[in-house]
């Protein structure tokens, strides 16, 4: 079975860091891909970050240039960098694994960036 198990998040302040991390049960190499969600209160959950099984990266345009998804195959990990933060990346992250058309998600995260 299939779990992905998210690091705590936490409670930075605007211009600070963070790092996520998702812990898979299974080899990441049988994902078809991995990424990362994030969803703010009242709006609709949106890809930030995804990292194909070859590695290629993409992100949203709101998060280019200041988080970076990241994987350490050894550890089954993939991990979310997170710099220069704003207020607006204020939101609950959920890791994704992708299978066979077939998504599988951790339990959520929350990060809030205070001023």
């Known amino acids: 079975q299939v779990q992905l198990v998210e690091s705590v998040g936490g409670l930075v302040q605007p211009g600070e860091s963070l790092r996520l991390s998702c812990a898979a049960s299974?080899?990441?190499?049988?994902?078809?891909?991995m990424g990362w969600y994030r969803q703010a209160p009242g709006k609709q959950r949106e890809l930030v970050a995804g990292?194909?099984?070859?590695?290629?990266?993409n992100y949203a345009a709101a998060v280019q240039g200041r988080l970076t998804i990241s994987r350490d195959n050894t550890q089954n990990t993939v991990f979310l960098q997170m710099s220069s933060l704003k207020p607006e990346d204020t939101a609950v992250y959920y890791c994704?694994?992708?299978?066979?058309?077939?998504?599988?998600w951790g339990q959520g995260t929350q990060v809030t960036v205070y001023s």
């Open positions: 994704n694994a992708v299978r066979d058309g077939y998504d599988y």
């Open positions: 299974v080899s990441i190499f049988s994902f078809n891909g």
């Open positions: 990292l194909t099984r070859f590695g290629r990266t």
